[in-house]
């Protein structure tokens, strides 16, 4: 399928915002996700976004969407230790019932 | 609730071996998926079934097949496993907004 790429790795103090970027390739995509794995454990999802959207905020996150260069951006703001976890950006095109993940993102929050 | 669950937790394997990864959900969704996570690749697609009665190969189903028992339940069988099966087995299933939900997954090692 379509490439969806990230960065491999982000580290952030404590207190500090992350932002976590994501390229799609498949102007189709109608739903982008972000999904948080913490070690050992299963995908949780975080948040989403639908493709006619700009922005989305939900407490301490915010999704920004920019449709043009098909990039997407997690920010966390006031990044906790305990956000430590690994990111992954996913979309979900028109003609998919399967979402295609990007390699993810190992975020690291140092005291 | 109990949402995505999956059994066993852990499994280790010798070539040859066959085994079968179950997996069930209780949120009364129509789609169900298998994945696979190795480092570095992120999660590929083995199978789906869009809905009861049907299933579809992924993006790397050599080696496996599925059964979608009913509604609730979609195992995965590796027939003879192979070294190159080792990895972490993720069920998933999606709700009709295309939010997709996740088990804890299967830690499988084959010797």
């Known amino acids: 399928g379509e490439d969806v790429e990230q960065s491999l790795f982000l580290s952030v103090r404590e207190g500090d915002s992350s932002v976590i970027n994501c390229t799609y390739t498949d102007s189709s995509s109608t739903y982008l996700y972000w999904y948080k794995q913490e070690p050992g454990a299963g995908l949780q999802l975080l948040t989403y976004?639908?493709?006619?959207?700009d922005m989305k905020q939900d407490q301490r996150l915010t999704v920004l969407l920019n449709k043009k260069d098909k990039h997407l951006s997690l920010r966390i703001a006031d990044t906790q230790t305990g956000d430590s976890a690994i990111y992954f950006c996913a979309e979900r095109s028109n003609s998919g019932y399967a979402l295609n993940f990007g390699k993810g993102t190992s975020l690291l929050v140092t005291p | 609730n109990a949402g995505v669950t999956q059994t066993p937790k852990f499994q280790v394997l010798k070539t040859g071996q066959s085994m079968t990864l179950q997996c069930a959900q209780d949120m009364n969704h129509n789609s169900m998926y298998w994945y696979r996570q190795d480092p570095g690749m992120g999660l590929r697609l083995i199978y789906y079934s869009a809905s009861e009665g049907t299933t579809d190969k992924g993006e790397v189903p050599n080696g496996y097949n599925v059964s979608r028992l009913n509604k609730r339940e979609f195992s995965l069988r590796l027939e003879s496993a192979a070294p190159s099966q080792t990895s972490v087995y993720f069920c998933?299933?999606?709700?009709?907004?295309?939010?997709?939900?996740f088990g804890p997954g299967t830690r499988l090692t084959v010797l």
């Open positions: 998933a299933s999606t709700h009709l907004s295309g939010m997709q939900f």
């Open positions: 976004i639908f493709s006619n959207m």
